[in-house]
C-alpha cells in the first residue's frame, strides 16, 4: 500500500476495503456537513456502499486507476482525497477531496493537494488538473485559488444534488505553471 508523507501531521494512505467502516463512519457522523456540497453523502446508507465505493477504485486495472487517499491528520481520519475523471490519453486529471468538520481549518487540503499537484505532474505526465466546485462552496473555492488555480468558467448544472442541479466552478492548472 502507497503512503504519501505530507507533513509530521497530515499523512495519505491509499484507499482500501479496510477502510470502509471509517469512511463509513466520518460520513455518517458528518451528514450535514458533507451533504451540503456532495451528493453521494444521500446515497451512503451503511457500511456497504463505502465497501462498494472503494471496490471501483481498487477493482480497476493499475495502470488505469485514479489514486484515491485517505486523508490523516496527527493519527485521526480526517477526509479523502484523489484523483477521477483521468484522461491520459489528454494528459488530464481532476482533484477532488473532502474533511469532516473537526478537521477543516488546519490547512489539510492545501498541503495535500500540493502534494498531489506535484504527483499528477511529475510521476503521472499529467499536463492539466481541474478542480470543480459547486458555486457557493466558498471553502472549495478558496482552495483552488490559493493553490493557484485559475478560474475557467462555470459548468452549467454540472452536478446532481437531490433533484437539482448545481453550476459548477471549474479552475484548472497547467504543467506549465507548476514550479516544484
Not at 477531496?97 to 499528477?120: E, F, K, P
Amino acid at each position: 500500500m502507497q503512503s504519501i508523507v505530507v507533513s509530521n501531521e497530515i499523512l495519505l494512505e491509499q484507499i482500501n476495503v479496510n477502510d470502509a467502516a471509517t469512511i463509513f463512519n466520518a460520513i455518517d457522523q458528518n451528514r450535514s456537513h458533507l451533504g451540503q456540497w456532495l451528493p453521494f453523502v444521500d446515497y451512503t446508507k451503511e457500511v456497504k456502499d463505502s465497501e462498494a465505493f472503494i471496490q471501483t477504485i481498487v477493482s480497476q486495472r493499475e495502470a488505469t486507476r485514479n489514486e484515491v487517499y485517505t486523508i490523516w491528520f496527527k493519527g485521526d481520519f480526517a477526509g479523502i482525497i484523489g484523483f477521477h475523471n483521468t484522461d491520459r490519453v489528454n494528459e488530464k486529471t481532476e482533484i477532488g477531496y473532502w474533511l469532516i468538520n473537526d478537521m477543516t481549518g488546519h490547512g489539510i487540503i492545501h498541503q495535500s493537494c500540493r502534494v498531489l499537484i506535484g504527483l499528477a505532474f511529475e510521476s503521472m505526465g499529467m499536463n492539466r488538473i481541474t478542480i470543480r466546485c459547486a458555486v457557493g462552496n466558498a471553502s472549495s473555492e478558496k482552495v483552488a485559488i490559493r493553490l493557484g488555480f485559475s478560474f475557467e468558467g462555470i459548468e452549467r448544472n454540472g452536478e446532481r444534488h437531490h433533484d437539482l442541479f448545481f453550476d459548477l466552478k471549474v479552475f484548472s492548472f497547467l504543467k506549465r505553471e507548476f514550479l516544484p
